[in-house]
DNA sequence: GCCCATAGTATCGGAAATGATACCGTCATG
DNA sequence: CATGACGGTATCATTTCCGATACTATGGGC
């Protein structure tokens, strides 16, 4: 049910660079981490900001980040239903590599904006 | 041919994190980023490196990268052939990005060694 | 009673990425 | 004359990912 990702990983020294983006890749995580970054958000608040995404998408994505120790998943027993979306300590280590990532972007693609809510 | 990559990337803000990601996707391309980043190699010595890609996986890979203007392709017509492959100006900027994964990966998986030749 | 909001699941199908395997050309060596 | 090195292609099958669509539960407001 939860993919299986996280294989092989049978490269020699660089492996470390392969085995990071595994958890990274998958379209839709580095953008999710990213507004995450900028404090916790509800469901669909995370799902505003990615204009594309289908609601399956965001679940797998957030669960597959759950599952990995970056996200936690609170859930509210409210009506109607409450769920918010944080970085975990572990999701905060990934803070240099996200900002790395969205540095080149900005300097190197067409992507120099930040629309404010 | 050349796959086509780096299509819609209708998120917002955040897009450029998704933008950079787009390109060093692909199971294999940041580990050969990273081993070039120590230098000019042939095709067979990239090989050597990793383990489990296969002729054809890395042929595409590494045209993609030069499709995408961070890798030069150099070919000596020698026999047997002769081909070199080095970064390009392009392809150091990415220098930060490549190491923010590699670190990350360092020091949050079982990856934190370095074999030397 | 009916509709709306929220945060999902379930199912299906197609497209894309990756892998396995076999083959190619040329010269040097034995 | 067969073999090996090098850097590929060609073809096919499989795996994996992703999107579209429909459906669900519950309580509040009209």
Redesign the interface.
Known sequence: MTRIRHK??????????????QY??G??K??I???LLHGTLRFNEIRK????ITQRMLTTQLRELEHDGFVLRTVYPEVPPKVEYSLTT?GR??E???M????????????????PP
Do not use: M
């Not at 092989?8 to 983006?21: H, I, K, M, N, R």
């Not at 900001?49 to 594309?52: K, V």
């Open positions: 092989s990983l049978a490269c020699s020294p660089g492996c470390a660079v392969e085995a990071t983006l990274i890749d379209k839709w580095g953008v981490l990213y507004h900001r990615l204009p594309n572990r280590t990934l240099p590599v996200i790395a990532l969205k540095k080149w972007g900005d300097e190197n693609t067409a992507f120099g904006q930040d629309t």
